[in-house]
Antibody, heavy 125, light 107 residues
Framework: QVTLKESGPVLVKPTETLTLTCTVS??????????VSWIRQPPGKALEWLAH???????SYSTSLKSRLTISKDTSKSQVVLTMTNMDPVDTATYYC?????????????????WGQGTLVTVSS | DIQMTQSPSSLSASVGDRVTITCQAS??????LNWYQQKPGKAPKLLIY???NLETGVPSRFSGSGSGTDFTFTISSLQPEDIATYYC?????????FGPGTKVDIK
């Protein structure tokens, strides 16, 4: 059974750094046809992709947020960590981690087939 | 980066109606287009991948088509449990992009 679970602070202050952890089970972070992304959703707004880490440790980031984001993984712990620096109230959102899978003919172009429940992070002083 | 647009942004239809949502990419993405359903307070759920492939367990009233820059998502007979926001998503050159979403409700 595949599961993903986000953990981290529910409240951060402006200018602080946010660190979120995604703990996965039911699959390996070293699986060549899988990866993990972080995606967020401000209240009442659309989904916004933030960052992705591939099985070979290659990383990719949202162009608009690249300077503030770092994604990493610990395969032995089945965890993917996202850090976002210089938090602002506009970063208030539900943050999801999601597993990306791809078919043998489409990799690395993939789809998010499993999602965590999401964690609401509020940025306020 | 490739930009995604969806239309309409919202729609209201009756139970049993055929519902169609379109998604357009700013450049050719072949058939690498996915569709998700998100109900209030819940995580998104994958419905269609690679433009037209139905995810396991998803009812057959959902379907997708298209290639290149223009894609269509269809609910053949709208059910009350289909009330949700629907998003398209693509991947190109290390960047994933979601469309702005289409909110579907019952008339």
């Amino acid at each position: 059974q595949v599961t993903l679970k986000e953990s981290g602070p529910v409240l951060v202050k402006p200018t602080e750094t946010l660190t979120l952890t995604c703990t996965v089970s039911g699959f390996s972070l070293s699986n060549a046809r899988m990866g993990v992304s972080w995606i967020r959703q401000p209240p009442g707004k659309a989904l916004e992709w933030l960052a992705h880490i591939f099985s070979n440790d290659e990383k990719s980031y949202s162009t608009s947020l690249k300077s503030r984001l770092t994604i990493s993984k610990d395969t032995s712990k089945s965890q993917v960590v996202l850090t976002m620096t210089n938090m602002d109230p506009v970063d208030t959102a539900t943050y999801y981690c999601a597993r990306m899978s791809c078919s043998s003919t489409s990799c690395p172009r993939g789809y998010f087939d499993y999602w965590g429940q999401g964690t609401l992070v509020t940025v306020s002083s | 980066d490739i930009q995604m647009t969806q239309s309409p942004s919202s729609l209201s239809a009756s139970v049993g109606d055929r519902v169609t949502i379109t998604c357009q990419a700013s450049q050719d993405i072949s058939n690498y287009l996915n569709w998700y359903q998100q109900k209030p307070g819940k995580a998104p759920k994958l419905l269609i991948y690679d433009a037209s492939n139905l995810e396991t367990g998803v009812p057959s009233r959902f379907s997708g088509s298209g290639s290149g820059t223009d894609f269509t998502f269809t609910i053949s007979s709208l059910q009350p449990e289909d009330i949700a926001t629907y998003y398209c998503q693509q991947y190109d050159n290390l960047v994933f992009t979601f469309g702005p979403g289409t909110k579907v409700d019952i008339k």
